[in-house]
Each structure stands twice: as C-alpha cells, then as structure tokens.
C-alpha cells in the first residue's frame, strides 16, 4: 500500500510537482481525492481496517 501512496501522491525522495496556477492545484487534488476514493486496493484496505475495529484515519483501535 505504501509504494503505491508513493506512486500516486509522491514521497520524501520523489515530490509531486507544485503546480503554478490555482486551476492546475484544483485538478491536482482532485486527481488525488479520486484515487482515494476509487481505487480497489484503497477500498479493500479501508473496508478490512473498518471491520478490524480500526479507524483508519488516525489507525487506532477501537475495541
């Protein structure tokens, strides 16, 4: 899951680029939202951490 994070939002080695007008930040980020909500591996990993007990946006566990 990490190295496709990597792949689709940058890392510490390998920054996005910055886009230069505030339209180009707007497609950026929806580009990003988009993945996030559409892609399988992230859907799957969302619903096995939810079933888990875990919330997936700070991964604490709630028993």
């Known amino acids: ?5 990597e792949e689709h ?3 510490p080695e390998r920054l996005p680029p910055v886009p230069n007008l505030p ?3 707007t497609q950026m980020t929806m580009q990003m939202a988009n993945f996030i909500v559409h892609d399988e591996r992230t859907i799957k ?3 096995l951490l939810t079933v888990n007990g ?9 028993a």
């Open 45 to 47: 990993t969302r619903k």
């Open 54 to 62: 875990i919330n997936f946006t700070t991964m604490e566990y709630k």
């Open 9 to 11: 939002f940058g890392s």
């Open 23 to 25: 339209e180009e930040l």
């Open 1 to 5: 899951m990490i190295a496709c994070y």
